[in-house]
């Protein structure tokens, strides 16, 4: 009797032992809460400093100044250049930069010419003082140059410039030995590019002739087989209608051919035919009537 009274009572303790020690667990220790972390810094800088850009642009720095344009190129530089280069329409851009720097210095104005180079003298006192004599004497050298390679208008500035740059000594010293070789060397050219059609040199021959002119050597019968190709040049090759071919139309023709005979007249027409052909040959090849 007395284990049956034990064992219960042991029992019903067990009972208490197992619902009570949960209550009795130690709680695991508390880990504290993460602290809030900080901001970067570059956001609280560019919050202080009112910067909107994103925070790798602060690395960059600030923009330095922008380089300095290139000086520009001196004028006598410029000028060597060109007339170093071998090409003949150089040769004729260097002469009218000389040319047009003596212009200056005689009458403090610059010649008026297209398709040349006018920025490099847009201060013409200042890059005309870059240049001594011996550069300007040579710019003839570079005209006759570029005359000879047929570059157009070459040849009648050349005539204008007279010999050596004094186009007065063709009538102050017209028995000078070298006057008489610049005259016949110049005048070779005229009736070479005549003869192939160019009109400038046309022109020039035949007004020289008509209008008297120191440096030209026409006669009669070269005036008109000029005169007679600049005519057709217009009529037949341009279209201009011979009413309109002023001044080498009609009266005019015939009064250059005054004195001349029908034979000196046909073999002036054939002359003329001659000239007009060879134009209208090199304006088929790829270019106008040459100038």
């Known amino acids: ?51 909107t850009g994103p925070a790798w642009l602060s690395g960059l720095g600030e923009l330095g100044p922008l380089p300095e344009a290139a000086p520009a190129e001196p004028l006598a530089r410029r000028i060597e250049r060109l007339a170093a280069s071998g090409d003949p329409h150089d040769a004729f851009q260097a002469w009218w ?8 210095e005689r009458t403090r104005h610059l010649p008026a010419r297209e398709g040349m180079d006018r920025e490099a003298l847009a201060d013409p006192a200042h890059a005309c003082a870059t240049l001594n004599e011996r550069m300007k004497m040579a710019r003839i050298d570079h005209l006759e140059r570029a005359a000879r390679a047929f570059v157009p208008g070459a040849l009648a500035e050349l005539v204008e410039e007279g010999p050596f740059g004094d186009p007065t000594a063709l009538t102050t010293r017209p028995d000078d030995p070298l006057v008489k070789a610049w005259k016949a060397r110049v005048n070779g050219m005229l009736d070479e590019q005549a003869e ?19 440096a030209i050597a026409a006669d009669r019968q070269s005036a008109l087989a000029y005169g007679m190709a600049l005519r057709d040049i217009m009529v037949k090759l341009d279209g201009v209608p011979e009413q309109q071919a002023i001044p080498f139309n009609g009266p005019f023709l015939d009064e250059v051919g005054a004195g001349l005979t029908a034979a000196e007249k ?8 001659a000239i007009v052909a060879r134009a209208a040959d090199q304006r088929g090849r790829g270019g106008s009537t040459p100038r």
């Open 196 to 214: 192939q059609g160019y009109w400038s040199s046309l022109y020039q021959v035949f007004t020289g002739f008509w209008f008297g002119h120191p």
């Open 1 to 51: 009797m007395r284990w049956k009274t034990v064992v219960p009572a042991v029992a019903v303790l067990g009972l208490v032992v197992v619902l009570v020690l949960p209550v009795w667990r130690p709680a695991p220790p508390s880990v504290p809460a993460p602290a809030a972390l900080p901001a970067p810094a570059a956001a609280t800088t560019s919050a202080a400093t009112g910067a």
């Open 266 to 273: 046909a073999r002036a027409q054939a002359r003329a035919d």
């Open 97 to 104: 930069l000389l040319h047009s720097c003596v212009v200056f």
